[in-house]
Each structure stands twice: as C-alpha cells, then as structure tokens.
C-alpha cells in the first residue's frame, strides 16, 4: 500500500503563486508515475500533470501549461506542483495520484492511489 498526503492549500490573490506537495509513504516506488488532478465544485475530476518517477520528465495540461510545474524529491519521495499566476479559475481541490507501473493517462482511473486534497482557493 501507498499513503498519499497532499499540503500547501491555502487562499491565494489572483496573479499569485502557491507550491503544494504530496508526501509518499508505505510501500514507497521507484518507478511508477505519479500525477496532480483537481475538483472544482460541480465539476468532473481533471488532470493537471503528470511526472515519471525515476526519471522525472513531467507532462502537463494545456489549461495549466507555462503556468505550473511538476517536480519530484526521489530522497523525500516527495512531488511538488509549483503555481503561479493563479486564477480564479484554478479554484479547486487539489489531489495527488500514483500508480506503481509506469503509464500515462489523464483519466483517474489510471491510478490506483490517491491523497485526501487540498483546497486551493484563488480570489479575484
């Protein structure tokens, strides 16, 4: 088993930036994928990014590319969304996903782990 535990929700301004993480722990991996999707309310869930675990190259969502950054700490077994130039629109809640063989898919179903989320809220 995988315990995932997302931080670094908060309320932000538009324009603004916020750095959330997602701590893995239990039956860690070193491969695999791991992946950021977020609910807004009424909505469906929806991908964000995606990042190869052991090698790191990371693929985003048009609706967040330049904008957010994937990354990953192998050491902590940490993944890190970086956000900047928040918009209202990116109002959601935040939540990370893995899956211990490596794929990509921007369906949740991909994955079979998931964290509780974050709340992240951008006010205009």
């Known amino acids: 088993q995988v315990q995932l535990v997302e931080s670094g929700g908060g309320l932000v301004q538009a324009g603004g930036s916020l750095r959330l993480s997602c701590a893995a722990s239990g039956r860690t991996f070193s491969s695999g994928a791991m992946a950021w999707f977020r609910q807004a309310p009424g909505k469906e869930r929806e991908f964000v990014g995606w990042?190869?675990?052991?090698?790191?190259?990371?693929i985003d969502a048009r609706s967040v590319k330049g904008r957010f950054t994937i990354s990953r700490d192998n050491v902590k077994n940490t993944m890190y969304l970086q956000m900047s130039n928040l918009k209202p629109e990116d109002t959601a809640v935040y939540y990370c996903?893995?899956?211990?063989?490596?794929?990509?898919?921007?369906?949740?179903?991909?994955?079979?782990?998931w964290g509780q989320g974050t709340q992240v809220t951008v006010s205009s």
């Open positions: 990042i190869n675990w052991s090698v790191g190259n990371t």
């Open positions: 996903a893995a899956a211990q063989v490596l794929r990509f898919g921007t369906s949740p179903t991909t994955y079979e782990y």
